[in-house]
Nanobody, 121 residues
Framework: QLQLMESGGGLVQPGGSLRLSCVFS?????IGWFRQAPGKEREGVAC????????IVSDSVKGRFTISRDNAANTVYLQMNNLKSEDTGVYYC?????????????????WGQGIQVTVSS
């Protein structure tokens, strides 16, 4: 059974940065991040394959968010820069056998518990 543990969320001002971490227990899954804002559907943010050679980032965060992977530490990072109020939400670490097509949720096999990110002045 794969386990995912998120950390690094919190409150940050607009324009600030946060780095989310996800520690995973099995290393043969693509690892990604989804988020859900209040009253909105869950949205795929980024995903990285097992080797780290393929990374997909949603258009809404492209140029601001970077996903990376350290398999020696069993950890995936989401570096979030130039944060905006619309980035506020619960961020979920996910695991899937392949990178979900279109960063959709239907091909996600495991979900973390989620961590809150709030961007506000």
């Amino acid at each position: 059974q794969l386990q995912l543990m998120e950390s690094g969320g919190g409150l940050v001002q607009p324009g600030g940065s946060l780095r989310l971490s996800c520690v995973f227990s099995l290393d043969y899954y693509a690892i990604g991040w989804f988020r859900q804002a209040p009253g909105k559907e869950r949205e795929g943010v980024a995903c990285i394959n097992v080797s780290g050679g393929t990374r997909i980032v949603s258009d809404s965060v492209k140029g601001r968010f970077t996903i990376s992977r350290d398999n020696a530490a069993n950890t995936v990072y989401l570096q979030m820069n130039n944060l905006k109020s619309e980035d506020t939400g619960v961020y979920y670490c996910t695991a899937s056998l392949i990178i979900p097509r279109g960063l959709g949720p239907s091909e996600v096999d495991y979900w973390g518990q989620g961590i809150q990110v709030t961007v506000s002045s």
